[in-house]
């Protein structure tokens, strides 16, 4: 037995489709085996969306309400659908959301016998969010525990014993630097952020990378028109920020246009 946890998010409609259709076109017959309602008084993923979603906004600081996970068996073990639902509702009571709402949907379109879990993080009477902080860790040591308990061959995580897994094949992180695609490559080559200590010739442009780097390219920036001195060279800089341009000091000569470029003369 092995659990996947995926990134919560605030789509509940969006993994109901995915639960029902999956990312192939056309959708396989025996994709959908059976599914579960667990305190929702359907097992319609479309209506359990819905109905997550109401109960989610009665949380003002959970954003990210959505939680996905999976229970997979191996190949050679065919559990019954009986089975998997009661690990299904095991695992939930084991990881405190045993009064979370969730649907619980068990899939046949794989070799191996699997399971999908759709689960609310608001609780539907506290209104409070379960928290997330080292889900795979417990995951894991409930798939342990149940595993020993149903006799069905335990999967051990590799970041928890590295001795049982360090011969298994791996997948390479999502932010591995030989998964990056070319064209992305080439963009930061040719948008280069300055570092201080670098002369600046002429007009410095954002890069076009994440909202965040933007956000360190202009604090950067701002620093510097703030902190140089009246009798250096006339430095140009972009800002890209609102409150960064509205701290921008009129006498220093920025000017915030429509392109968020500021010149100091």
């Avoid at 970041?159 to 080439?186: H, I, W, Y």
């Amino acid at each position: 037995m092995l659990a996947r946890v995926e990134p919560a998010h605030n789509n509940f409609k969006a993994l109901a489709r995915y639960l029902v259709h999956g990312k192939a076109r056309p959708t396989s017959p025996d994709r959908v085996a059976w599914s579960i309602g667990h305190n929702i008084p359907t097992d319609d993923p479309e209506l359990a969306a819905i109905l997550m979603a109401a109960t989610a906004e009665k949380s003002r600081r959970c954003k990210n309400a959505a939680y996905h996970m999976t229970i997979n068996w191996h190949p050679d073990e065919k559990p019954a659908p009986e089975i998997m639902q009661e690990i299904a509702l095991k695992t939930l009571e084991l990881a405190g959301l045993a009064e979370h709402q969730a649907l619980v949907m068990g899939h046949g379109d794989k070799p191996h016998a699997h399971l999908h879990m759709m689960v609310n993080r608001v609780h539907p009477g506290t209104g409070k969010a379960w928290s997330t902080s080292h889900d795979y860790k417990r995951f894991d040591r409930i798939m342990k525990l149940l595993a020993d308990e149903h006799g069905f061959l335990y999967v051990p995580g590799h970041a928890f014993e590295p001795e049982a897994t360090d011969e298994l094949p791996k997948q390479p992180g999502r932010k591995a630097r030989q998964n990056r695609s070319p064209a992305r490559s080439v963009r930061r080559a040719s948008h280069p952020v300055p570092r201080p200590g670098q002369a600046d010739d002429g007009m410095v442009s954002c890069s076009p990378g994440s909202r965040q780097s933007r956000r360190r390219h202009s604090l950067w920036l701002w620093a510097r028109c703030r902190h140089s001195n009246s009798g250096s060279r006339p430095l140009t800089c972009c800002v890209t920020v609102p409150a960064l341009r509205a701290a921008c000091r009129p006498e220093r000569g920025h000017s915030a246009n429509s392109r968020c470029r500021a010149t100091r003369q």
